[in-house]
């Protein structure tokens, strides 16, 4: 068994702290001290009370030990800029593996050591955790399991063509790899608002820069409430679709491109 040093980088933003998400983040700090980790979350909310709030949960009760290190988004570009500012602040921590994740996510924090100990033995540069298909279609809001099977589907079938195992999850979010290859999501090679923030950073550094990856599978429970938030409801579709054609362009362009297309 090796132990990987980890950080996991978690990017928030809530209007209010109603919001089912911030509720869900909170376990998430909870989690992380729960399993002696360390995270960075880089938050865009306009209240400072919530950020005081994640501090708090992820402070140890025992022994007083911060295992959550909140900070203020001052990067522009939405998610994109967020996830980009946390992993420059995760460069600087004495790690092995940076991982990151959406703070709703409860549930795959705990899984973090064990993709953090594959990485190190199996000699891999990043990995991308699956979905296990039973509880992925059980416990998403079924328009959220359609449309990302599909999505995953088309991406796989371009991923085949350029030296991609064929079963990436392209549409969990979480992602892991060794503190060696952080520099592709700080900003060095691609600056994007959105998903493609976490996804073009991969294909690049395995297309042009010859990074290693794998795929893991993970049985990963998301939490009921995003499935009793979210089903049945028209607006959640639309935004699926916007995100649907959003990774069919960037994230597709990517696995296409015929010629190195890191911005020099």
Known sequence: FIMAKIVMVMTTFYASKDDIRFSLALESCREVVQHDL??????????????EAMTLEGTSPKNGRVHVKVVSQTYSGKKGGALRQG??????????????????????????????????????????????????????PIEQYHSEKFAN???????????????????IGPLAFRLSWAHCWSGDLYEGDLWDMQLVPMIYAQRWLGAKVISHEVD?????????????????????????NFLFDKVGQALKDTSNPIKK
């Open 153 to 171: 589907l088309h991406l796989n079938a371009l991923a085949n063509k350029v030296g991609f195992e064929n079963n990436i999850d392209w549409t």
């Open 87 to 140: 992993i420059k602040l995760a460069m600087e921590e004495q790690v092995d593996i940076i991982a990151f994740q959406e703070p709703e996510k409860v549930d795959m924090i705990s899984k973090w050591p064990t993709i953090g100990e594959k990485i190190l033995k199996e000699q891999v540069d990043i990995c991308a955790p699956r979905r296990a298909d039973d509880s992925f279609r059980a416990l998403y």
């Open 220 to 244: 990963f429970k998301l939490s009921s409430t995003m499935k009793e938030e979210e089903e049945g409801l028209a607006k959640w579709s639309e935004k699926r679709l916007f995100q649907l």
């Open 38 to 51: 360390q995270a960075i979350v880089v938050d865009a909310s306009p209240s400072e009370d919530i950020r």
